[in-house]
């Protein structure tokens, strides 16, 4: 039986390499070169940024890319930089809301400094046809910006990085202008019209990744960190750009491709070469396929990170909902009154649990009613359950457990069935000051068993809410979690999908070893784990792919 497995596998790898081209954009020639470079177990890699760029980078002797420069102590690298034929610019601090007192217009690029001698003079200097700005490199110039009809139009600060030892690895100059809109877009203005053009979306970024500053896995990282609304994001992208997850992935892949070599030595000079110990191969995969997995376990606090966590509160009318959550989010964001009914729309309030942002959501009281605006209320609080990631069933401690709330548990675990929701229901029993503790636990205890949690609240005196904040960290997942997020994590498309290859790579090996097939067929699997480790590096990609991921960041970065 082992034997048509191999076949199998075989015939799996070659329609992949026949039907899927890594470099859709580029020619034969670079495909074939490319691939012979992995396929082979003597070679010097090439770094196919320099497919993307059109442009040679200088040999490298390593198999991995070179070190983050900001880890090291900021000594340019011998790697050739990547020449982009324009200089860009653009606003890179935030429009559109109130002024700042400082707003900074970025350039990048070759004629980054040609062009600010254009538009800036120091103020210590006048102004002459003969001045030519020479700057000193991140010394910074206090001056005026001139548009091209020769007047003034903002007082700037200039900070020239000079190249390599900047963002882009490029000349790099940001004038420092007045923060309002009007000063920016002038001084915007004034370096279009002497020569730089405005910059795409995520254009500088993607030149630090052209030039060797960031692998692509650090470079999504500066997109998440810029978009991080919580300081357990803010932490996680911070330790993804300091290279925490890119170094996992370079020394996975130097590990693969030290097994190859070791492998396919072993074909060409099997005379020559000592046996291959299968046991040491056999717990290196077993180590890379436990690295592997423990990276995958990371998407889902990933995902929690980026889009948060949504809980509803539902109950009857007048059992608490709205004083829970101003009690919750310590703000008067509900309108309370006694007056059963009062809440006929979502009301939203954003906290913070675990680090992790979370969106409360105070719903209409659900119950059978002839009004037609309470009835609208309704229906958006069932839809809104329905599609939560926690459900927080509240009654009122006063009143005990009715029909109705009987009816309305039914009700919810009714949608949640038809909807294929696995959201975990919590059971909040409030107003525990106006009932005894006694009759509380009596009827709670025995509803427990329907619920993933049950937690006891005074939403006038906040008893119980870090217990319900407990109880959502522990259903969510987030007590695994590192402490204060430091951990990177991988998002959930491109990266988990190539993990996800990779891990079935290692599975494929796995079994292939355990069948005793022979040693050309475990190099198959290697090549694959090898290529999709390379893809999250982005040592190996497509233009398409790179358009993609920067097309999403910000005008700026």
């Known amino acids: 039986m082992a034997v048509p497995l191999a076949f199998r596998n075989l015939i799996f790898q070659l329609q992949r390499c026949k039907n899927v081209s890594i470099f859709p954009k580029f020619s034969n020639q670079i495909r074939r070169r490319n691939l012979s470079l992995i396929f082979s177990t003597s070679y010097k890699p090439t770094n196919p940024r320099t ?65 600010v001698g254009r538009v800036f003079r120091p103020k210590s200097r006048k102004r002459r046809k003969d001045f030519s700005w020479s ?23 200039v900070v020239p990085m000079l190249g390599p030892k900047s963002y882009t690895r490029e000349d790099v100059i940001e004038l420092q202008c007045h923060g309002s809109e009007v000063c920016l877009r002038r001084v915007l203005r004034a370096c279009l019209d002497a020569g730089a053009r405005l910059a795409e979306p995520g254009e500088f970024t993607l030149r ?33 750009i300091q290279g925490g997850f890119s170094g996992m992935v370079k020394l996975l892949r130097a590990q693969c491709i030290e097994l190859l070599t070791e492998i396919e030595a072993r074909l060409d000079f099997d005379d020559e070469m000592p046996p291959l110990d299968s046991d040491l191969v056999v717990n290196k995969i077993c180590t890379m396929l436990r690295e592997v997995d423990n990276a995958l376990e990371t998407a889902n606090y990933d995902k929690l990170l980026q889009s948060g966590v949504q809980i509803a509160i ?51 009281g659900i119950r059978d009613t002839n009004d037609v605006v309470e009835k609208i209320g309704v229906e958006r609080s069932e839809a809104v359950a329905t599609s939560a990631d926690v459900i927080v069933l509240t009654v009122s401690a006063a009143e005990g457990w009715t029909l109705e709330d009987d009816r309305l548990l039914q009700r919810i675990q009714s949608n949640k069935m038809a909807s294929s929701s696995s959201s975990p229901l919590v059971l909040v029993v409030n107003k525990i000051d106006c009932a005894s503790s ?41 007590d695994k979690i590192p402490c204060g997020g430091r951990k990177w994590t991988v998002n959930q498309v491109r990266q988990c999908e190539q993990l996800v290859r990779a891990r079935e790579a290692f599975v494929r090996l796995q079994s292939s070893i355990d069948e005793e097939i022979p040693f050309d067929f475990w190099t198959i699997d290697l090549r694959e784990a090898a290529l999709a480790l390379a893809q999250i590096s982005g040592e190996d990609i497509s233009e398409e792919v790179l358009s993609n991921i920067f097309g999403k960041f910000c005008i700026g970065k």
Do not use: M
């Open 314 to 364: 539902v109950g009857r009318p007048n059992v608490g909902k709205s004083s829970l959550l101003n009690a919750w989010s310590k703000s008067e964001r509900a309108i309370v009154t006694n007056i059963a009914g009062t809440t006929r729309d979502i009301v939203e309030a954003n906290i913070t649990v675990g680090g992790i942002p979370v969106t409360l959501l105070d719903t209409a």
């Open 135 to 157: 700057p000193n490199s991140h010394v910074v110039e206090y001056g005026v910006v001139f548009d091209s009809n020769c007047n003034v139009i903002d007082e700037v600060l």
């Open 438 to 478: 006694s009759s509380n636990c009596e009827w709670a205890d025995r509803l427990s068993s329907s619920f993933d949690k049950l937690v006891f609240t005074c939403a006038v005196t906040g008893q119980g809410i870090s217990d319900l904040e407990s109880s959502i960290v522990d259903l969510v997942g987030l």
């Open 51 to 115: 497919l993307v760029s059109s442009s040679k980078l200088a040999k490298e002797d390593t198999l991995v890319l070179r070190k983050d420069e900001r880890l090291g102590n900021g000594e340019a690298s011998s790697l050739e930089l990547v020449s982009s034929p324009t200089t860009i610019v653009a606003i890179v601090t935030s429009l559109g809301g109130p002024p700042g007192a400082v707003g900074i217009v970025r350039l990048s690029g070759p004629s980054a400094v040609s062009i």
């Open 208 to 240: 630090a990744f052209l030039n060797g500053r960031l692998d692509l896995a650090q470079a999504e990282n500066v997109g998440k960190l810029i978009s991080a609304n919580s300081t357990a994001a803010a932490d996680s992208a911070l330790a993804g």
